[in-house]
C-alpha cells in the first residue's frame, strides 16, 4: 500500500487516511456512493427516531485493525493466541457500560439489541413457554413477541397494550401476568413517548415468578445521561443497542445490575454466566473485536458531560416538536411525549403515513410511517409517523428551529396531494419551497461533530 501521508501523522492517522485513499483508487464506484451518503446526511433533517449520528470516533473505531483478530471466549479466558490487547479493549468496554448504566454486568459481544432480547428470550424460555411483551401495534418491538420474528414463533406470546389515555395498561398487564403465568415479562418500546414505570413491571414480574427484561433501545442515551428513570436494578436483564441513542457504532449489549449474582432459570448458574454462556458459544462464535473497540469509545462519550447535554437537548427539542405540531392542529398520539420520539396522526389531516413519509423525504425530511394505537391501517401504509430529535440535537438546534421544521412539515403535507392510499402528487412549487428551506436549515444547523462536506 503506497504510503501518501506526511510523516508526523500518527500510525493510526496514517493508517486511515491511506486506507481512504486506497479504496478511492482501487474502487472509485464504492467509494461514490459512500461519499453520497456522507453528503446525504449532511443535507437532510434526519428524524427517524431509532437512529442518531455516531460520533466520528466512535465510527472510526470500527474500522481498525482489532476486526483482524479472532477471539473466542471472554477476556483472560480465550480460545485463541494474540489477545492481550483484545482484552484490554473488551475489559474497557464493559467497564465504561458499567459505569455508565450503573450496572454489575455487561455483556459487550452481542451484535445487535435484537440478538441480546434473544439471548435473554432463550436464557429463561423453553420453546413453547410464555412471554409477555408489548404489541407491536401499540409501540412494542418486533422482537417482543411479534408473530412475523422468532420471539413470536418459537414461544408463546401474549401480548398487553396501552389504556384508553394511550399509556401503558399496566393494570392489564397485570391481568394477562396473573392469567398466563409468563416466565418473562418483556418491558421496553419502540413508538411511545412516555416514561416506563419499571417499578410497576417488576412488582408484576415479582408477583408471577417471570424474570423481568427491560429493552431500553430507544431511550438508553436518555437513561445514561439521568434524563429517564434507570430500569438497571429493576429488571433482571436490560438490553440496548449502541447506534440510536447512543451515538455509537452498530452492536448490542446485555447488561445486569443488583441481581448479577443471582442464581438463574437453570437453578445452577448465576445470571451474569447464563448471559455469558448464551452469547458464546450458544448464539455466536468470535465477536466483532473492532465493533467492541466501538461502544468502548462510545461508552467515553455516553460518560462525557457533553453528552449530558446532548441529551437534555433531545427532551428539550421533542417537546417544542410536539408543542409545535400540536399548534398547527395536528393530533399528537400520547398528548405529546416524555423523551425523543413524537408521533403524529397525519390521517385525521387526510393523508397516509407511508404518503406523509414519501412526501417529506422528496423535501429533505427524513421520518417513518407509523402504526398509531388502534391503527385500521396496515403496517405498509398506516394513519402516523413517528419522528425523533436524536439527529438534530447533535445539529444543536433550538426549540424555535423545531418551529421552523413543523412550518415546512405542515407546508408539504398540505400541499400533497393524496391519489391513493400509496400514491401522491406534491405541489412543484411547495417541494422547491422545502428543499430551500431544509437546505437553509442544515447549513445553519450543520452536524457538529462532523467535518463540513466540501465540493
Ligand atoms: N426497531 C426499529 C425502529 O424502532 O425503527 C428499528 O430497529
Known amino acids: 500500500m503506497t504510503d501518501t501521508t506526511t510523516s508526523t501523522q500518527t500510525n493510526l492517522?496514517?493508517?486511515?487516511?491511506?486506507?481512504?485513499?486506497?479504496?478511492?483508487?482501487q474502487d472509485p464506484e464504492l467509494y461514490g456512493i459512500l461519499d453520497a451518503e456522507y453528503r446525504r446526511q449532511a443535507g437532510v433533517l434526519s428524524m427517524v427516531a431509532s437512529s442518531s449520528v455516531a460520533d466520528p470516533s466512535a465510527l472510526i473505531c470500527e474500522a481498525m485493525t482489532p476486526m483482524n483478530v479472532t477471539a473466542e471466549g471472554y477476556p483472560g479466558r480465550r480460545f485463541h493466541a494474540g489477545c492481550r490487547y483484545i482484552d484490554e479493549i473488551e475489559q474497557l468496554a464493559i467497564d465504561r457500560v458499567c459505569k455508565v448504566f450503573g450496572a454489575r454486568y455487561a455483556n459487550v459481544q452481542v451484535m445487535t439489541a435484537t440478538s441480546a432480547n434473544e439471548v435473554v428470550m432463550f436464557s429463561c424460555l423453553k420453546a413453547g413457554e410464555t412471554l409477555l411483551g408489548m404489541q407491536l401495534d401499540s409501540g412494542g418491538h418486533l422482537t417482543h413477541g411479534s408473530p412475523a420474528s422468532i420471539s413470536g414463533q418459537v414461544f408463546n406470546a401474549v401480548g398487553y397494550g396501552l389504556d384508553g389515555s394511550e399509556r401503558i395498561d399496566y393494570d392489564k398487564v397485570q391481568e394477562l401476568a396473573r392469567q398466563h403465568r409468563p416466565k418473562l415479562l418483556i418491558c421496553g418500546t419502540t413508538a411511545y413517548a412516555r416514561e416506563i414505570d419499571w417499578s410497576r413491571f417488576r412488582a408484576i414480574a415479582d408477583e408471577v415468578g417471570a424474570w423481568m427484561l427491560a429493552d431500553i433501545t430507544h431511550i438508553a442515551g436518555l437513561v445514561a445521561a439521568g434524563v429517564h428513570s434507570s430500569p438497571i436494578d429493576h429488571a433482571h436483564f436490560t438490553t440496548t443497542c449502541t447506534h440510536k441513542q447512543l451515538y455509537g457504532g452498530r452492536g448490542g449489549l446485555v447488561m445486569i445490575g443488583k441481581d448479577a449474582d443471582m442464581i438463574g432459570p437453570d437453578g445452577k448458574r448465576t445470571l451474569a454466566q447464563t448471559i455469558d454462556k448464551m452469547v458464546f458459544p450458544f448464539f455466536q462464535g468470535a465477536p466483532n473485536q473492532s465493533s467492541i473497540a466501538a461502544k468502548a469509545r462510545g461508552m467515553g462519550f455516553v460518560g462525557s458531560p457533553q453528552f449530558k447535554a446532548v441529551a437534555q437537548?433531545?427532551?428539550?427539542?421533542?417537546?417544542?416538536?410536539?408543542?409545535?405540531?400540536?399548534?398547527?392542529?395536528?393530533?399528537?398520539v400520547f398528548g405529546g411525549t416524555d423523551n425523543h420520539i413524537v408521533v403524529v396522526d397525519v390521517a385525521q389531516k387526510g393523508i397516509t403515513g407511508v404518503n406523509a413519509e414519501k412526501a417529506l423525504e422528496d423535501c429533505g425530511?427524513?421520518?417513518?410511517?407509523?402504526?398509531?394505537?388502534?391503527?385500521?391501517?396496515?403496517?405498509?401504509?398506516?394513519?402516523?409517523?413517528?419522528?425523533?430529535?436524536?439527529?438534530?440535537?447533535?445539529?444543536?438546534?433550538?426549540?424555535?428551529?423545531?418551529?421552523?421544521?413543523?412550518?415546512?412539515?405542515?407546508?408539504?403535507?398540505?400541499?400533497?396531494?393524496?391519489?391513493?392510499?400509496?400514491?401522491?402528487?406534491?405541489?412543484?412549487?411547495?417541494?422547491?419551497?422545502?428543499?430551500?428551506?431544509?437546505?437553509?436549515?442544515?447549513?445553519?444547523?450543520?452536524?457538529?461533530?462532523?467535518?463540513?462536506?466540501r465540493d
Open 365 to 453: 425530511i427524513v421520518v417513518n410511517k407509523n402504526r398509531i394505537p388502534f391503527d385500521t391501517r396496515p403496517p405498509t401504509v398506516t394513519s402516523g409517523i413517528r419522528l425523533g430529535t436524536n439527529g438534530l440535537a447533535i445539529r444543536e438546534m433550538e426549540p424555535e428551529d423545531m418551529v421552523e421544521c413543523v412550518d415546512v412539515i405542515h407546508d408539504i403535507l398540505t400541499h400533497t396531494r393524496q391519489d391513493s392510499d400509496k400514491t401522491y402528487t406534491i405541489e412543484p412549487d411547495t417541494k422547491a419551497a422545502a428543499l430551500a428551506a431544509v437546505a437553509a436549515l442544515c447549513t445553519r444547523r450543520p452536524i457538529t461533530t462532523y467535518p463540513p462536506v
Open 13 to 25: 492517522g496514517r493508517f486511515v487516511e491511506a486506507a481512504v485513499e486506497r479504496l478511492r483508487e
Open 313 to 332: 437537548r433531545v427532551v428539550k427539542l421533542s417537546s417544542a416538536l410536539a408543542e409545535a405540531f400540536k399548534a398547527k392542529g395536528y393530533r399528537v
